[in-house]
């Protein structure tokens, strides 16, 4: 979609995998298997960054984290990828998840 007026930043991500509750059909010319970062919202506003360390295809998220939201009680409403691949790390008061390469952009929220 177009940006909104009045947005004061935006930045590359994607694709886009789940929306309006419903996993998205994931088609791309060339995938490969990869480490994932994931931000999921459920159907009340809760918001989770995910990351998967087993490697995973692009094309076969969706289903990886229906198989997720099952295990853990989460009604998936929607599901972006966090472009990066291993330059995706995370930091937070709790829990530390290293980089394996370089990491390029960084999303803070506080």
């Known amino acids: 979609d177009e940006p909104l007026d009045g947005v004061d930043w935006i930045f590359q991500t994607g694709p886009i995998l789940w929306q309006y509750e419903q996993p998205r059909?994931?088609?791309?010319?060339?995938?490969?298997?990869?480490?994932?970062?994931?931000?999921?919202?459920?159907t009340v506003g809760n918001v989770r960054f995910l990351h998967f360390y087993e490697l995973s295809t692009l094309v076969d998220l969706p289903t990886v984290l229906k198989d997720w939201a099952q295990k853990n009680d989460f009604k998936l409403s929607t599901a972006i990828n966090l472009d990066g691949g291993g330059a995706s790390g995370f930091y937070g008061p709790e829990r530390t998840l290293d980089e394996l390469e370089p990491l390029g952009a960084v999303l803070c929220v506080r």
């Open 25 to 42: 059909v994931i088609k791309m010319s060339s995938d490969k298997l990869a480490k994932r970062s994931v931000v999921v919202r459920d």
